[in-house]
Nanobody, 123 residues
Framework: VQLQASGGGLVQAGGSLRLSCAAS????????MGWFRQAPGKEREFVAA????????TYADSVKGRFTISRDNAKNTVYLQMNSLTPGDTAVYYC?????????????????WGQGTLVTVSS
């Protein structure tokens, strides 16, 4: 399984971006997907996760109410809509796929990782 993340860029504080993660196979339509991020000098952290059918979503407290994860299994794609961005959201964002139908915030539960897309939020 190969994952291709896109949609990152430079945005001003308060702005929005939508990240996309396209999978190379329809097999991920049965699997949980997640977004993680790594800010400069920090460890990679959980952002959001979604179950195989989109019925269950989980968010980190830091993004709850601002970010929305969704998926389109017909397109083998997962999205992360990011609103009200702050400089604290600046990071490389990674998408990941699990072999499970649902996975939460633990990175060890994810088996496949994309290459990351950089999001920079200016003040």
């Amino acid at each position: 399984v190969q994952l291709q993340a896109s949609g990152g860029g430079l945005v001003q504080a308060g702005g929005s971006l939508r990240l996309s993660c396209a999978a190379s196979t329809r097999a991920v339509s049965n699997n949980a997907m997640g977004w993680f991020r790594q800010a400069p000098g920090k460890e990679r952290e959980f952002v959001a996760a979604i179950s195989w059918n989109g019925g269950t979503t989980t968010y980190a407290d830091s993004v709850k109410g601002r970010f929305t994860i969704s998926r389109d299994n017909a397109k083998n794609t997962v999205y992360l809509q990011m609103n009200s961005l702050t400089p604290g959201d600046t990071a490389v964002y990674y998408c990941a796929a699990s072999r499970r139908s649902y996975s939460g915030s633990y990175q060890i539960d994810y088996n496949y990782w994309g290459q990351g897309t950089l999001v920079t939020v200016s003040s």
